[in-house]
């Protein structure tokens, strides 16, 4: 059975760090574009960052460009998010999400075959 297992949420305050990691199982990890999401409570749930099945490639949301940083190890079957300068706004439930027909563009909510539970973020001012 497939599944994603997010880990490494948590109180932070503004400038902080924090890094996300999501495990994968029962599926071909190298198969598959990686992303994360986030949502805040009463708002929708939106992209944040896209890594391509080889890591070659990544995309960002411009919110968080230049302060977080999405990697995979392929090998581990795990995606990573490192998130610096972190700020209230990024207060939110961190989701991993798998694409198997991603096709290099920022990943869609609709396109995600395989979603994890969330982590919670929460940053603190």
């Known amino acids: 059975q497939e599944r994603l297992v997010e880990s490494g949420g948590g109180l932070v305050q503004t400038g902080g760090s924090l890094r996300l990691s999501c495990a994968a199982s029962?599926?071909?990890?190298?198969?598959?574009?990686m992303g994360w999401f986030r949502q805040a409570p009463g708002k929708e749930r939106e992209f944040v960052a896209t890594i391509s099945r080889s890591g070659g490639s990544t995309y960002y949301a411009e919110s968080v460009k230049g302060r977080f940083t999405i990697s995979r190890d392929n090998a581990k079957k795990t995606v990573y998010l490192q998130m610096n300068s972190l700020k209230p706004e990024d207060t939110g439930l961190y989701y991993c999400?798998?694409?198997?027909?991603?096709?290099?563009?920022?990943?869609?909510?609709?396109?995600?075959?395989?979603w994890g539970k969330g982590a919670l973020v929460t940053v603190s001012s």
């Open positions: 029962g599926l071909t990890f190298g198969s598959y574009a």
């Open positions: 999400a798998a694409d198997l027909l991603w096709n290099n563009a920022p990943m869609r909510v609709g396109a995600v075959d395989y």
